[in-house]
């Protein structure tokens, strides 16, 4: 029996010394994809998000002075193990980082019982940005709508009105996420919308796809890609000669990887960006010092020169933004996910804020309130030039008034159709 | 309706005879290559009645371990020569580790096991060769990338040199395996094996050597798919989904067949292309190539439980 009371007092040690263990770090896990379909995209984007974090930890020892616990729980792209992966880390979580359109719609309606911030930064549901309806989510510094307008914007509405655009898409949440939006500039511009679904299982293998684009004869091809679906579909488009500088993929579908697949024959080919690789950025010079050369990280020079490593560290920025104006906000450096979320609310990444964080250049500034987590900030075309994509426009911005309303009126549909929903005032 | 059924696709092959030698031209390809697939799970299975789960991991494993000798600075050939060993000493392993202690279990038991194979080299994989997608090293192995380029009847035929090569060398493999399994002693015994394992055993025929040699076998049909496929659209992960494409393969063809294998996937190959041009993408809004060819396989075993090609299994009760 005495040895049981033994047992017992030091395990109430151990849980008294643990919860103090806890509360000196802040736990922001990443639903992270490093295996399966998908890992060739997210890997890259891991690594950043990973290395900005790590650096902050080890340059000012984390933000506030509290360590970030930056732990990876891996979903490969898989909703149903991203949902398992949310279930398991959301007790000590004071953000959860979904990573896939998938995921953050199966997290999503759990967030106003959770109360845990959802960062999903360029992805997810893109009327998210409605924060008086889904004021746990956040889909900073833009949304796929944001993403849909500034294409069309950068083809412009005289080379589009009477045209035929297809529009080549992942047939998952992911690739029909910008559909509503496109299907109403369709109607408002007058070109002809042409959907082609790829399967998850055709993605390396879409000759069927670029014979009907072959067929169908369209102006442009907007490509909403991801993972293997790019390289396959860059490498079609190749060998059915459609010109490169009529095809313009999202931001997923601007990897620097699957492009050297087909180098100079990529050359024009066209993907819309909020993020660019500045390398010789003060943020990069401390990455280097306190990561790279301490054997921390798990990249390597050249991929650490591309697109998607860039992104991973604006990304990863974003959070730990946010972190930092609540902590500010709620006079504490152990902040609740409560608080994150009023930190996420009053982001002002100004090109000021931008250069003290060694960053000008590698996103636009952006504000975010209650009412609106997206920020909107803007992107620009990045062009491939055979061997690394280059910026070729002024920043571009999404059309809000055509955006707002829509956002609007499919939050509000969401809410209904999943009442009781609380929604905010934002006063 | 009716009209876009019956004759509106008719219409569209006569009128563009070059773009319907198109889509069977990719159909072709793709049919191979599911043939290809298709036939490292039959030799398995006609030999050892396992149904390899590990096929498609297998191709992503022999183009990533082909790429990655590559990048280490070994000479292209050297590199396919070196893989057929890793293949060799998997197959040597997996007889050794894993099939020979479940020898006269169930046979869910042994499916079970190829899944864990799959799963482990997943990882084994993804720790050796990271989950970045590699470019296929085409050029260094002489596979041409260009095009050739016909203009039937005024119109536009391309054929991607790779394509042709990849054509080639998947026909040259199957005849290779066709002449092996019927023209040599060790393919007859995998075949006596298949037929009858207690007549094959009593006569001397070894298991073990017969099941490591259809693995490696298996081994070097994987290499091959994940060269042809990897020339297409880069080495990643990915590859294994399109393993799966042989599965409606099998039901079509039958899963001892060998013949089944090949005409199977050339029909699934050829049809599914046809139908997603002409009547999928019409119609249905496209993508029909996910299910059409389970959906072909499953009217045919309606008809025909064993396949096309399978031979009909008689039990006593």
């Known amino acids: ?31 992270a994809y490093r295996t ?35 732990e990876e729980c891996e979903t490969g792209y898989s909703t149903e193990k991203g949902v398992e992966c949310y279930e398991k880390t959301k007790g000590q979580a004071i953000v959860t980082q979904p990573w896939s359109t998938g995921i953050t719609l199966q997290v999503l309606p759990k967030s106003n019982v959770d109360q845990i911030p959802i960062l999903a930064p360029g992805y997810g549901f893109s009327p998210m940005a409605d924060g008086k309806v889904f004021q746990w989510a956040f889909n900073t510094p833009a949304s796929y709508w944001d993403a849909a307008s500034m294409m069309l914007e950068y083809i412009g509405e005289e080379n589009l009105k009477g045209k035929k655009v297809a529009f080549l898409h992942l047939d998952h949440p992911f690739g029909k ?3 509503p939006l ?121 991929e650490m020169q591309g697109v998607f490593y860039s992104r991973g560290l604006v990304i990863s920025m974003i959070l730990a933004e946010g972190i930092k104006v609540a902590q500010e906000h709620a006079g504490t450096a152990e902040i609740s996910p409560s608080d994150l979320r009023w930190g996420l609310e009053n982001l002002n990444i100004t090109e000021a804020r931008l250069a003290e964080l060694g960053m000008t250049g590698m996103v636009p500034p952006f504000q975010t309130t209650c009412a609106n987590h ?38 509000a549909e969401y809410a209904a159709a999943n009442e009781p929903w609380p929604v905010s005032a934002c006063n | 309706m009716l009209n876009q059924i019956f004759v509106a696709p008719f219409v569209d092959m006569f009128a563009a005879p070059d773009f319907l030698l198109q889509v069977l031209w990719e159909g072709l390809v793709s049919g191979i290559l599911y043939a290809l697939i298709a036939l490292g799970f039959v030799l398995i299975f006609r030999s050892s009645r396992i149904f390899n789960f590990a096929q498609g991991i297998m191709v992503v494993f022999a183009a990533l371990t082909l790429v990655g000798l590559y990048e280490m600075g070994v000479p292209a050939w050297v590199s396919v020569v070196l893989t057929l060993g890793v293949m060799f000493i998997l197959a040597v392993s997996i007889e050794k580790i894993v099939l020979r202690p479940l020898v006269g279990q169930p046979d869910i038991i042994l499916f079970m096991a190829t899944i864990g194979i799959t799963l482990f080299l997943i990882g084994l994989g993804e720790i050796i060769f990271g989950g970045e997608n590699k470019v296929m090293i085409t050029e260094a192995l002489g596979i041409p990338t260009g095009s050739v380029v016909f203009e039937p009847w005024g119109g536009l035929l391309i054929l991607e040199e790779k394509d042709i090569t990849a054509v080639g060398v998947a026909g040259m493999l199957v005849v290779a395996l066709l002449l092996f399994l019927n023209k040599t002693r060790m393919g007859r015994a995998i075949r006596a094996l298949g037929d009858d394992p207690q007549a094959a055993l009593s006569v001397g025929i070894s298991l073990q050597t017969i099941w490591v040699l259809v693995w490696f076998i298996a081994g070097i049909i994987a290499l091959v798919t994940g060269v042809a496929w990897g020339a297409r659209a880069g080495v990643s992960f990915a590859l294994e989904v399109i393993a799966y494409k042989a599965l409606p393969v099998l039901m079509l063809g039958g899963l001892e067949s060998i013949t089944g294998a090949i005409i199977g996937g050339l029909m699934i190959g050829m049809l599914e292309k046809l139908f997603e041009i002409y009547w999928g993408q019409p119609i249905l809004g496209g993508n029909t190539e996910t299910w059409f060819a389970f959906v072909l396989a499953l009217i045919v075993l309606l008809f025909r439980p064993q396949g096309l090609f399978g031979e009909k299994i008689i039990e006593r009760v």
């Open chain 1, 374 to 411: 997206t920020g909107h900030s803007g992107g620009w075309m990045l062009e491939w030039d055979g061997e690394k994509f280059q910026k070729v426009s002024d920043l571009l911005q999404a059309e809000a008034e055509v955006i707002a309303p829509l956002e609007a009126q499919m939050a």
């Open chain 1, 36 to 70: 399966g379909p998908f890992a060739a995209t997210g890997i890259p984007l891991m690594n950043g998000q990973r290395d900005y974090m790590t650096m902050l930890n080890a340059r000012d020892g984390g933000i506030g002075g509290v360590a970030i616990n930056f």
């Open chain 1, 1 to 31: 029996m005495r040895h049981f009371t033994r047992l017992a007092a030091l395990a109430a040690f151990g849980a008294v010394l643990g919860t103090g263990t806890v509360a000196q770090e802040l736990y922001a896990p990443n639903l």
């Open chain 1, 182 to 302: 496109m299907e109403k500039k369709a109607a408002d511009i007058g070109f002809e919308l042409l959907p082609i679904p790829v399967g998850l299982k055709e993605m390396q293998n879409q000759s069927a796809q670029w014979l009907q684009i072959r067929r169908e004869r369209p102006d442009y091809v907007i490509m909403w890609g991801w993972g293997a679906m790019n390289a396959g579909a860059i490498t079609e488009a190749v060998k059915t000669r459609f010109p490169m500088d009529k095809m313009i993929g999202v931001w997923w579908a601007g990897h620097d990887a699957d492009l050297k697949i087909v180098g100079e024959d990529g050359k024009g080919y066209k993907s819309i960006s909020f993020s660019y690789p500045v390398l010789d950025a003060p943020l990069m010079a401390d990455i280097q010092k306190y990561v790279v050369d301490e054997g921390k990280t798990l990249s390597n020079e050249e």
């Open chain 1, 177 to 179: 996420e910008p559909l």
